[in-house]
């Protein structure tokens, strides 16, 4: 138990050293950076791998993935994202995205509200374009999924309807180009998940 809690808590430094870069996707060495050619993959890669985004992928049933704990209040926050890029970040929900320079040709102002229950977001304005990838990385630390070996592939996937219940198997719209970053003390347990999008809506965090 006490080699346990010693391994994960080494797990815990290093993932916030692992995560930092994953957050900055033009940095050396940065393991989140995602092929933009996994767009065309059919998608059925491992959840260590990239897994591409999906013209059609309506048929998919997929579950989304639980917080550690729910969430009482409203979490979300509201940040003017300029030409020149920026970050947007929810420190409770380990949430991270990270705009490029040239993402947008004009400010723009940006809402990220969390869902209560699941590890999913709506992003507002609904429909914004952009012109360069975002992207988007999830630490799983405040996730069910921490601290056990992964089961099943992940993905960062699309709700077109907002009123879509999250409960259960989800039906999504379309697969991002996705990675699975795990711990360096073991290539089973996941440290984050990370996910590439082209515009706004509502994302989930699913298992396969």
């Known amino acids: 138990m ?3 809690r010693l391994l994960r808590s080494v797990s815990l430094v290093l993932s916030v050293v692992l995560l930092a870069s994953c957050a900055d996707p033009a940095g050396p060495g ?3 950076q995602i092929d933009p050619a996994a767009r065309q993959s059919d998608g059925s890669g491992g959840g260590s791998g990239s897994s591409g985004s999906l013209s059609d992928a309506t048929k998919l ?4 993935v639980w917080w550690e704990k729910d969430y009482n209040d409203v979490i979300k926050v509201v940040k003017t994202i300029g030409p020149s890029g920026g970050t947007i970040s929810i420190p409770e929900t380990g949430l991270t995205m990270s705009f490029p320079a040239g993402a947008v040709s004009a400010p723009i102002t940006v809402t990220v509200t969390a869902d ?3 590890v999913a977001y709506k992003m507002e304005p609904t429909g ?3 012109a360069k990838d975002v992207t988007v990385t999830q630490s799983l630390r405040t996730t069910s999924l921490y601290g056990e070996p ?4 992940l993905y960062g996937a699309y709700i077109a309807d ?3 219940s999250l409960s259960g198997n989800v039906p999504v719209l379309e697969l991002e180009p996705s990675k699975t970053i795990f711990s360096p003390l073991s290539a089973l347990l996941p440290e984050a998940e990370v996910w590439v999008i ?3 809506s509502r994302y989930m965090l699913a298992s396969g």
């Open 162 to 164: 907002d009123n879509v």
């Open 128 to 130: 914004a374009q952009f």
């Open 150 to 153: 992964l089961r099943t592939s």
């Open 30 to 32: 940065s393991s989140s």
């Open 198 to 200: 082209r515009h706004f």
């Open 61 to 64: 049933q997929l579950r989304a």
């Open 2 to 4: 006490i080699r346990s």
């Open 116 to 118: 209560r229950d699941y």
